[in-house]
C-alpha cells in the first residue's frame, strides 16, 4: 500500500509542475497568436468556472493546508486573480515548501485525526480520508 507521503507530497508536486506546463502552453499560445495572456487567464469554458489563475490559487492553498495539517507548516495565503508572473511565484514558493517535506514527518499519521474548516464549520477525519475526500471534490482544478 502507498503511504501518506507517496499520496500526498509527490501527487501535488506533479500537479503543480502540470500547471507550470499549462501557463507556458497558454503563454506560447498568447504570444504565437496576439492574443493577451491576461485575457487568457481570466477566460471562461462555462460562466460558473474560476478563471486559471484562481484554480492555481486554489491548488496552491490545498498543497500549503496538506503542509499544515500533515507537515506541521505555517499558512497564510487566499485566493485571488494573479498575474502570470504572480500565478508562476505562487506555483514555485509551493513546490520548494513540497520538497522539503520528508516521508517520515507524514508517514504513519493516516489514521491520526486532524481538525480543518470547511467554511465556518470544524471537522474532524482521520488524515487519509481528509486528503481523499477533499483531494478527489474540489481541489485540483480541471485544466
Same mark, same amino acid.
Given at each position: 500500500?502507498?503511504? #501518506?507521503?507517496?499520496? &500526498?507530497? $509527490? ?6 509542475? &502540470?500547471?507550470?506546463?499549462? #501557463? ?8 504565437e497568436?496576439? =492574443? ?5 487567464? =481570466?477566460?471562461?469554458? @462555462? $460562466? ?7 484554480? @492555481? ?13 500533515? *507537515? ?14 504572480e500565478?508562476? *511565484? ?9 520538497a &522539503?517535506?520528508k516521508?517520515? *514527518? ?7 485525526? @486532524? ?5 465556518? $464549520?470544524?471537522? =474532524?477525519?482521520p ?14 482544478? $480541471?485544466?
Amino acid at each position: 500500500m502507498a503511504s #501518506l507521503y507517496d499520496l &500526498t507530497i $509527490p501527487i501535488l508536486t506533479k500537479i503543480l509542475k &502540470t500547471e507550470v506546463d499549462v #501557463l507556458k502552453d497558454a503563454e506560447k499560445y498568447a504570444k504565437e497568436n496576439g =492574443k493577451s495572456i491576461d485575457e487568457l487567464l =481570466k477566460a471562461q469554458l @462555462i $460562466p460558473d468556472m474560476y478563471a486559471a489563475t484562481i484554480q @492555481i490559487g486554489i491548488t496552491v492553498l490545498f498543497s500549503r493546508k496538506v503542509l499544515q495539517l500533515l *507537515a506541521g507548516s505555517k499558512i497564510e495565503y487566499s485566493v485571488k486573480p494573479a498575474s502570470l508572473e504572480e500565478s508562476y *511565484a505562487q506555483i514555485q514558493e509551493v513546490l520548494s515548501e513540497l520538497a &522539503t517535506v520528508k516521508p517520515e *514527518a507524514i508517514n504513519g499519521r493516516e489514521a491520526e485525526i @486532524i481538525e480543518f474548516s470547511v467554511g465556518k $464549520p470544524t471537522t =474532524k477525519a482521520p488524515a487519509i480520508e481528509w486528503f481523499v475526500q477533499v483531494s478527489s471534490s474540489l481541489a485540483f482544478p $480541471p485544466f
